[in-house]
């Protein structure tokens, strides 16, 4: 019995999220759709992270058992024919037995991007979020920097999630701007649910100059959904990498 | 009655492209509908190139006179709000009477992306054409270098297609790979119809190893269409700019 690991691109716009949902086209749902026609049996992925709806993948990690016997580049093309152009299967490799894709990841890496133009971009419209007032993308990254260490995130997890701890390792978290494009990079242990949408939201407070870089360190201190900024929309965000010891 | 150079970027993938058709939705007719609503009388937009269908535009150039005294920025605004997302006028200037988009370009400038890479990008579907095999753009890029200078391109005149000259100057003709991403980067002082997409289709045959950078010399002293590779397709092209001499 093989076991692979899967590396997923997609761009999210049109589908309800990486995870199979009672209504609406899933990745997962999808994915598993077309091993299931390979393998003529129900098959289950696992994925390393569950993007919420509209949210992109240049590297979501998922695994997957399978009966025959497939070697990896058959794999991939005989997945990608039974899968929409916006869903790719970009890379297979073989896996011990157990590759535990959801719960051994070292890191995971997401990108946010933001479209600072006074006009937005008929090619940002799904990719980024437009922000019309210019943004001090300094200051944000000033703010950026508060995050990394080891930090209680609970002020930046999504409203009404239960979730045993809060705690979390940032490694880096910085921001770039490259003409009107301005890029948040952040790679941690892990993420709460919205918690890189919800951390968006609270750097944009300070781009836009309602709020001192400072103010981001006490939001964190507060443990308080409260205090934070907005849940910044999906079409900006992307799962950019999954890490492991493999 | 104030003349204006709207600068246009598009994504042309859901239109028949840029000009006006009996049925289909295009960008000039978008635009005409837009400020003829400001108007509350018929417009006329006349544009520097014509796209074609799934042809994509950062900085389409396209001028317009109107009856009614409106500052740019409203202008811009105003004709935003009547407009998909797909369609933007991301800048307007005043210029003086009977500003000729269409006769005076002293250049214009496309770019023609390539996804070169084993596995289609969901991100590239509508933005790049898709070879799997690797490309030596190196190859292309010497062969590419043949265009610059004054020739008669009538090898790469899109077949039924009947203009006086087929003279042209071409300042620059250069590829350039990034990762799996090949751009192919040319400014002229005119191009015609599906010309360049045509040379794409030509350079990709060298990019293939089936032909040598020389080859595309004796297709270009040919003149003959049926010498030059085939007609790349139109999600790869992008109208980048139209320079003026103002």
Chains 1, 2 share one sequence.
Request: hydrophobic fraction near 40%; charge should be neutral; include cysteine.
């Amino acid at each position: 019995m093989p076991h692979f690991k899967l590396t997923v691109a997609y761009d999210g716009t049109d589908f309800v999220g990486w995870q199979r949902q009672a209504s609406g086209v899933s990745i997962q749902g999808l994915i598993e759709d077309a091993l299931a026609e390979l393998e003529e049996q129900p098959v289950t992925v696992n994925g390393a992270g569950r993007t919420d709806a509209g949210v992109h993948a240049h590297g979501q990690v998922a695994s997957v058992s399978l009966t025959r016997s497939i070697d990896p580049a058959t794999l991939v093309r005989a997945v990608n024919v039974r899968l929409p152009p916006a869903v790719r299967v970009v890379d297979a490799q073989v896996v011990p037995a157990g590759f535990p894709a959801r719960f051994s990841a070292r890191s995971k890496s997401y990108r946010y991007r933001i479209w600072n133009a006074r006009v937005s971009s008929p090619f940002e419209r799904a990719y980024a979020w437009h922000i019309p007032e210019p943004l001090d993308a300094d200051a944000m990254g000033d703010a950026a920097s508060i995050f990394e260490g080891a930090h209680d995130f609970a002020a930046f997890q999504g409203a009404g999630t239960i979730t045993s701890g809060t705690e979390r390792t940032i490694f880096s978290s910085r921001t770039a701007r490259n003409g009107p494009l301005v890029a948040y990079d952040v790679c941690g242990d892990g993420f709460l649910r919205h918690m890189v949408r919800n951390i968006v939201g609270t750097l944009v407070e300070v781009g836009r100059g309602k709020r001192s870089p400072g103010w981001v360190g006490d939001v964190l201190a507060s443990r308080d959904r409260g205090q934070a900024g907005q849940t910044a929309p999906p079409e900006g965000l992307f799962l950019m990498g999954v890490a492991y010891d493999l």
